[in-house]
């Protein structure tokens, strides 16, 4: 499909590919798309838990939000090990549970304790003593301050406050116990201020903003600005870039069409999503990946987890696994578009 955009200026592939009569043409390669990136992602997925012992986002967190919302649409999987996975999670967990008892957490601090309950929470684990001890640590963590901070500044999945606060606010609600709930309504209550007069500034904002309201169950009317504001920063190449500096790319399209549609309530048969997934399509390399460039510094010891692109590796599992999930969201479309 980079040969297509090789040959004709981008913009002009993209709206031939979206404005396409027969619904069928976008959807189906769209399922073509998400058949190549699949065995990609779960290989990221092994290769991460034979390397390391603790959890990673890029490679757990983002393939198994693409696996699991592909295994919803028919797209099985038996090489997919979902059990395998969960336990190397909870145990990552389990072995800090007195930290998170204490308010200390671990590294990464509320952003890895959100993301792997949310990883959880997507393959189906039950709640226990280590949910309910994390759900105390994210209770405790930035308590005076009423929302939660970013401690990270790995851009863009690691550097925005909103994306730590739309995890910690899913972990609250999904894992928060009896015993907490009191005090979960009134640190939800705060945080919902905090967002309501936040203004987002890159597209991991505008993103995680949208899906955080969404979360705390604002109307789509008060999304609605959020939605609009979304839908304005599309590009004419039919994608979104990570600031509105930069250009179009794999992982800010795949996440922006993911919260158009699920908390934006963007039918994934509108011009707008088809010119996303257009964009996704053709710029899908030939082996199955998106491949994204690391704006991020390293800070530990590099490893092979058997996703390409070498150092740009986990960014671009992340872009994928995002491309992946809004490219499965379009196959569920009706078959004829707007």
Same mark, same amino acid.
């Given at each position: 499909?980079?040969?297509?955009?090789? $040959?004709?200026?981008?913009?002009?592939?993209?709206?031939?590919?979206?404005?396409?009569?027969?619904?069928?043409?976008?959807?189906?390669?769209?399922?073509?798309?998400?058949?190549?990136?699949?065995?990609?992602?779960?290989?990221?997925?092994?290769?991460?838990?034979?390397?390391?012992?603790?959890?990673?986002?890029?490679? =757990?967190?983002?393939?198994?939000?693409?696996?699991?919302?592909?295994?919803?649409?028919?797209?099985?999987?038996?090489?997919?090990?979902?059990?395998?996975?969960?336990?190397?999670?909870?145990?990552?967990?389990?072995?800090?549970?007195?930290?998170?008892?204490?308010?200390?957490?671990?590294?990464? =601090?509320?952003?890895?304790?959100?993301?792997?309950?949310?990883?959880?929470?997507?393959?189906?684990?039950?709640?226990?003593?280590? $949910?309910?001890?994390?759900?105390?640590?994210?209770?405790?963590?930035?308590?005076?301050?009423?929302?939660?901070?970013?401690?990270?500044?790995?851009?863009?999945?690691?550097?925005? &406050?909103?994306?730590?606060?739309?995890?910690?606010?899913?972990?609250?609600?999904?894992?928060?116990?009896?015993?907490?709930?009191?005090?979960?309504?009134?640190?939800? &209550?705060?945080?919902?201020?905090?967002?309501?007069?936040?203004?987002?500034?890159?597209?991991?904002?505008?993103?995680?903003?949208?899906?955080?309201?969404?979360?705390?169950?604002?109307?789509?009317?008060?999304?609605?600005?959020?939605?609009?504001?979304?839908?304005?920063? =599309?590009?004419?190449?039919?994608?979104?870039?990570?600031?509105?500096?930069?250009?179009?790319?794999?992982?800010? $399209?795949?996440?922006?069409?993911?919260?158009?549609?699920? &908390?934006?309530?963007?039918?994934?048969?509108?011009?707008?999503?088809?010119?996303?997934?257009?964009?996704?399509?053709?710029?899908?390399?030939?082996?199955?990946?998106?491949?994204?460039?690391?704006?991020?510094?390293?800070?530990?010891?590099?490893?092979?987890?058997?996703?390409?692109?070498?150092?740009?590796?986990?960014?671009?599992? &992340?872009?994928?696994?995002?491309?992946?999930?809004?490219?499965?969201?379009?196959?569920?479309?009706?078959?004829?578009?707007?």
């Amino acid at each position: 499909m980079q040969r297509i955009v090789a $040959t004709l200026p981008l913009f002009l592939a993209v709206l031939n590919f979206a404005h396409a009569n027969d619904g069928s043409t976008w959807q189906d390669d769209a399922k073509a798309s998400v058949v190549k990136a699949l065995p990609l992602l779960q290989k990221g997925m092994d290769g991460h838990i034979a390397k390391k012992t603790c959890f990673a986002c890029h490679n =757990q967190l983002m393939p198994m939000l693409a696996l699991t919302t592909a295994n919803g649409r028919a797209f099985e999987s038996k090489e997919f090990d979902l059990k395998k996975q969960t336990k190397f999670i909870a145990d990552f967990l389990d072995r800090n549970r007195d930290n998170y008892k204490e308010g200390k957490g671990q590294g990464g =601090q509320a952003d890895t304790a959100g993301q792997a309950l949310y990883t959880l929470e997507l393959a189906g684990w039950t709640r226990d003593g280590t $949910t309910e001890a994390v759900v105390e640590y994210l209770l405790l963590r930035d308590e005076k301050l009423g929302y939660w901070r970013a401690v990270s500044n790995r851009p863009p999945s690691e550097a925005s &406050a909103f994306t730590t606060n739309y995890y910690a606010i899913r972990a609250l609600q999904k894992w928060g116990t009896a015993a907490q709930k009191d005090r979960i309504d009134k640190r939800l &209550a705060t945080t919902r201020s905090w967002l309501l007069k936040t203004s987002a500034k890159d597209t991991e904002d505008r993103v995680f903003r949208l899906l955080s309201l969404q979360a705390m169950g604002e109307s789509i009317e008060a999304r609605k600005p959020m939605v609009d504001a979304l839908l304005r920063s =599309q590009r004419k190449d039919g994608g979104w870039g990570q600031t509105d500096a930069m250009g179009s790319d794999a992982y800010a $399209t795949g996440s922006a069409l993911y919260a158009l549609h699920q &908390a934006g309530q963007v039918s994934v048969s509108s011009l707008a999503y088809r010119r996303g997934i257009a964009f996704l399509v053709m710029m899908q390399e030939d082996d199955g990946s998106w491949k994204i460039r690391s704006r991020s510094k390293p800070f530990q010891t590099y490893y092979e987890s058997g996703f390409p692109h070498a150092n740009d590796q986990f960014i671009s599992i &992340a872009a994928s696994s995002w491309a992946t999930t809004a490219l499965t969201l379009a196959i569920a479309a009706s078959r004829s578009p707007d």
